[in-house]
């Protein structure tokens, strides 16, 4: 039974590439959360997806940030041309399609550093 | 939106001990969860728990949803139980959980 995956695990980016990160989330989930750890801190919400459709980005930031969720393959957050502050911790966690309940799992993050 | 606070921020422990960590929140909950962070960064569940009571081994926790706070209990503390400790809800109108700032936990051996 596998749990929520991400991938890379740690990723090294130049200053104005892109970065695409991707996270596939447990079996029979539909709904995918994705988050930025700074350092230090706690988890901030960036976007929150159901298959093919972006329920939530009040988190994201507007320009550069941006996730899909198709209807096939992994929820993909992709940043365009990063910058040194975009280095973070990025996790992805999936809930499942039960009602009002939304427990959330986690995968074991993304840490993107920015050279 | 919910704001969600958590005490105390740092907390170390000698092998053994027992501990109390908290977390207030502003608003009614719909969902509300403990997390252990632990030092390689990987987020485990603890508890889903809006309301009520829950153990599992040495640890447990309570929500008084009327009184806006819930409660992770640690009892004979293992330096295996290392690491932050985050409490995450919604409410308050919104389904996007917050986080809070997290308890960080050191046990010695």
């Known amino acids: 039974n596998a749990g929520v995956m991400q991938n890379p695990r740690h990723l090294v980016r130049r200053r104005g590439q892109e970065a695409r990160l991707r996270c596939s989330p447990m079996?029979?989930?539909?709904?995918v959360y994705w988050y930025r750890q700074l350092p230090e801190e706690g988890l901030k919400f960036m976007v929150y997806l159901q298959k093919e459709n972006i329920i939530d980005e009040s988190g994201m930031p507007k320009e550069r940030f941006s996730a899909e969720f198709p209807k096939e393959g992994p929820s993909i957050l992709r940043i365009q041309q990063v910058v040194r502050g975009d280095s973070a911790a990025y996790f992805c966690?999936?809930?499942?399609?039960?009602?009002?309940?939304?427990?959330?799992?986690f995968g074991p993050g993304t840490r993107l550093t920015v050279t | 939106g919910i704001q969600v606070e958590q005490s105390p921020p740092d907390l170390i422990l000698q092998e053994g001990a027992n501990s109390t960590l908290r977390c207030n929140f502003s608003?009614?909950?719909?969902?509300l969860q403990w997390f252990h962070q632990n030092p390689w960064g990987q987020l485990i569940n603890l508890f889903y728990i809006p309301s009520g009571t829950k153990q599992n081994g040495r640890l447990s926790a309570t929500t008084v949803a009327t009184e806006r706070y819930s409660l992770l209990y640690i009892s004979s503390s293992q330096t295996t139980d290392s690491g932050v400790y985050f409490c995450?809800?919604?409410?308050?109108?919104?389904?996007?959980?917050?986080f809070g700032r997290g308890t960080s936990l050191i046990v010695h051996p």
């Open positions: 608003d009614s909950v719909n969902n």
């Open positions: 079996k029979g989930h539909s709904h």
């Open positions: 966690a999936s809930s499942p399609p039960d009602g009002q309940v939304y427990e959330q799992y």
């Open positions: 995450a809800a919604d409410g308050g109108g919104s389904y996007i959980p917050t």
